[in-house]
């Protein structure tokens, strides 16, 4: 096994910037789908009423939540078999090629049922790559990071999610501003897909040029060969219960939270609300941007202070604002009082998503970290984070809306019970113990 080169503060940052700019393509290919539902939906699922249009994209929404533990298990192994680096190459590859599937697909009046079931196969595709881009660029950055400062670096794992659902949203508003509403149905959302598929050759291509964790290279270089055949097999995670229990607690309540405020809430204020989709879009993006900010300052807190106070304060405080939240937001009379109400549930989600990835990354040994990371994570997040939206507009169809506050709640409150409960994984952080 070769040694990787020295690595500077230079190079670390450069592999940092890089892996960071296919996380955010990635996800900017992710979120463009739930952008742009609004126009495509009629196209892929003609009649209806709206709601009826929204809930079947919704579904499929959802349904390519049910590849990412697949795509956990299969990149996670790969990752922690043949490197971090080339399964992050591997993972960008696939969402550009479902990005370019989405944006060529007919719509129903020319194929039929043939339109939503390569929609369905699209989004498939990109679920395989997002469940096995998260674990293994979680995993990459917590190794590649310094020990002081793992919180900081790793939060930019959110900073660019958020970056990509802000420029979704960004390519969404200047469409809306160059075309009409009728072209945007017709034709125009075909091209953020198109933008995505190509932003992804460009981050393959910066990809190339990340140097592999020392982690990794070391434990290559220091395990036996019956040692690095189990590296990332089920029956070594299987011997890590508690982490995994943890992971799957701990995640809950934070992807629940996460996706209601910043993928569903854009239909939540049209749809609900009554706001016009354009002004919905502007509190959506205005809100994002100021919460992809803070990722770092939460990230960088729990270096000073730990990971489990941070992730309590959300937990508390996730459980105790949600309903009223919610409850006003439903009533809201303009966009000024929507961002502000949005931006407080954001910077409650902030004590979990700034650290999430480094608190998962440290519950691992390094020769199943990327599969103890993405698996797990991807299970929980297909169950809740990727059914929100259904499960919202199904609440929203049978008349109890509320019923789904009191489901977001309720999920926050049970990871509470899991951050009181873990150790704080700074002061006992499994990537302290590696090969050194």
């Known amino acids: 096994m070769a040694v990787t080169r020295e690595l500077t503060p230079a190079r670390r940052l450069r592999s940092i910037f890089s892996g960071s700019v296919g996380n955010l393509v990635e996800w900017y290919d992710w979120y463009v789908y739930a952008a742009f539902s609004l126009y495509f939906a009629e196209v892929f699922f003609p009649g209806g009423d709206r709601t009826s249009q929204l809930l079947k994209t919704a579904a499929i929404f959802a349904v390519g939540f049910l590849m990412r533990p697949l795509g956990g298990w299969l990149l996670g192994r790969y990752a922690d078999r043949h490197g971090r680096k080339a399964a992050l190459l591997l993972s960008v590859w696939m969402m550009c090629s479902g990005s370019l599937l989405i944006a060529l697909t007919p719509g129903y009046a020319s194929i039929g049922i043939a339109a939503p079931v390569l929609l369905v196969l699209a989004r498939l595709l990109q679920g395989l790559s997002v469940g096995g881009e998260y674990g293994t660029s979680a995993t990459y950055l917590s190794e590649m990071a310094s020990r002081e400062h793992r919180g900081f670096w790793s939060s930019f794992q959110y900073v660019t999610l958020v970056m990509g659902h802000l420029l979704a949203l960004g390519v969404l508003l200047a469409l809306q501003a160059l075309l009409d509403a009728e072209q945007l149905r017709a034709w125009g959302w075909r091209i953020p897909f198109a933008i995505g598929a190509l932003a992804a050759l460009v981050a393959m291509w910066l990809r190339r040029t990340m140097l592999e964790t020392e982690s990794f290279v070391r434990s290559e270089a220091d395990g036996s060969p019956a040692h690095q055949r189990r590296q990332g097999t089920l029956r070594l995670l299987l011997r890590h219960p508690r982490a995994l229990l943890s992971v799957v607690g701990l995640t809950m309540g934070g992807t629940l939270a996460f996706y209601t405020y910043t993928t569903y809430v854009h239909k939540f204020l049209v749809n609900s609300a009554g706001l016009p989709s354009e002004s919905a879009a502007r509190v959506n993006a205005g809100t ?82 990327a599969l103890g990371v993405g698996l797990p994570y991807a299970l929980t997040v297909a169950i809740f984070g990727g059914s929100a939206e259904y499960i919202a507009l199904w609440f929203k169809q049978h008349g109890i809306e509320r019923g789904f506050y009191w489901y977001v709640t309720a999920c926050i409150a049970c990871s509470l019970l899991v951050y009181l409960w873990m150790p704080d994984t700074r002061r006992h952080s499994r990537i302290d113990e590696d090969p050194a």
């Open 288 to 369: 994002l941007f100021v919460y992809m900010l803070l990722q770092p300052l939460v990230g960088a807190l729990s270096d000073r202070v730990g990971r489990r106070p941070v992730l309590i304060a959300f937990g508390v405080l996730g459980t105790l604002l949600t309903v009223p939240i919610l409850d006003r937001l439903q009533d809201v009379q303009t966009a000024g009082e929507a961002f502000w109400l949005v931006l407080l549930a954001l910077v409650v989600v902030s004590g979990y998503t700034a650290i999430n990835a480094v608190v998962k990354a440290e519950l691992f040994p390094v020769e199943i970290r």
